[in-house]
């Protein structure tokens, strides 16, 4: 009985009161990454291997340097061994491009990333700066090399972009099966939105893509079981577009003013949060849902990317 009780209430409707979401926190699934990832870091020292990671910043946002001190913190945490450069926002495409190239040549660099976008007074193609990353380096996954594997399905012989395998993680979280359902993402930039299409394809899922141009987005998104958010809208879709009980993730970074905080605003997601829990079965929050969980799987990957360079010597010894 009380089983069902329990069953009855988590379902849709009970005594009239419609249930809420179940969040699913990014803070806690990034911290047990976090812990599974020291071990693993642990483990490798015993062969003197220690992952490292290159990050390298142009200019100085604010929001860039936030950014990258939770990296460099997550980083410190799991054993890796991370360096951060900043050159100014004076440089030139051309020296960007040098400065990656010898972090390519630098056997000691098992991960480089290029913290987007690139601050210059100076024409940069962003392209151009990210293909130059070596794919067997490129832990953020942006390369088209990369991109172009996961494209195709190859998704266990490249880096996936920390952010859409960060929402994977977390709706494995949910005990929710990917394989079959039908998955709405919204954007399709080319750090969350294209990449997210495709993790979820592989995994078997029927996928929607929406964008500036879908004519009518509220409709495709009642369809989702499962919906991804990276449109970069504070608060787009709301509690009403959503089908009873599905799994909504939010990608979403926006800050909107509010007067009652010290600094005058406060960070939502691309999701009105309020509405879609009192709708969905699932829900990330925003803080503490997606963001943790980028920075985690950046640390996953360079933790894959030191481990398949010590694969490597291991196999070319077994060849001697
Ligand atoms: N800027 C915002 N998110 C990211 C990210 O995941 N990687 C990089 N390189 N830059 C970013």
Redesign the pocket.
């Known amino acids: 009985m009380l089983t069902l009780l329990r069953h009855l209430s988590s379902s849709c409707c009970y005594g009239g009161r419609r249930s809420i979401a179940t969040v699913i926190s990014g803070n806690k699934t990034s911290k047990l990454v976090r812990e599974r990832l020291k071990k693993e870091v642990d483990n490798m020292k015993m062969s003197n291997v220690i992952p490292s990671l290159l990050v390298l910043q142009v200019g100085n946002r604010e929001d ?1 340097n936030l ?1 990258i001190s939770s990296k460099m913190k997550a980083a410190a945490e799991v054993g890796i061994d991370a360096a951060h450069v900043r050159l100014p926002n004076t440089v030139t495409q051309d020296e960007v491009l040098r400065t990656i190239m010898s972090a390519n040549e630098d056997v000691s660099v098992h991960g480089l ?5 690139l601050d210059s007074i100076n024409h940069m193609d962003v392209e151009m700066v990210t293909n130059t990353v070596s794919p067997l380096k490129d832990v ?1 996954g ?1 390369s088209c090399i990369n991109a172009g594997k996961l494209s195709r399905g190859d998704l266990n012989n490249c880096f996936l972009p ?2 859409p395998n960060g929402c994977m993680e977390l709706i494995r979280q949910t005990g929710v099966s990917v394989a079959g359902k039908h998955a709405v993402v919204i954007g399709r930039s080319k ?1 969350v939105g294209a990449p997210m299409h495709d993790l979820l394809l592989w995994n078997h899922a029927t996928v929607t893509t929406c964008h500036s141009k879908t004519h009518n987005i509220p409709e495709e998104v009642g369809r989702a079981d499962i919906l991804v958010v990276g449109a970069g809208r504070a608060e787009m879709v709301r509690g009403d577009w959503l089908k009873e009980g599905c799994v909504v993730i939010d990608c979403g970074i926006n800050h909107v003013p509010d007067e009652s905080k010290p600094g005058g605003k406060r960070v939502v997601g691309d999701v009105h949060y309020t509405s879609a829990y009192q709708r969905a079965g699932f829900i990330t929050p925003v803080p503490g849902g997606v963001g943790p969980m ?1 920075v985690a799987m950046l640390m996953q990957n360079t933790v894959l990317s030191a481990q398949r360079v010590l694969a490597n010597m291991a196999a070319a010894g077994r060849s001697l």
Not at 113 to 117: G, H, K, T
């Open positions: 860039s950014y990333i290029v913290q987007l976008p953020d942006l920390c952010t750090i980028t």
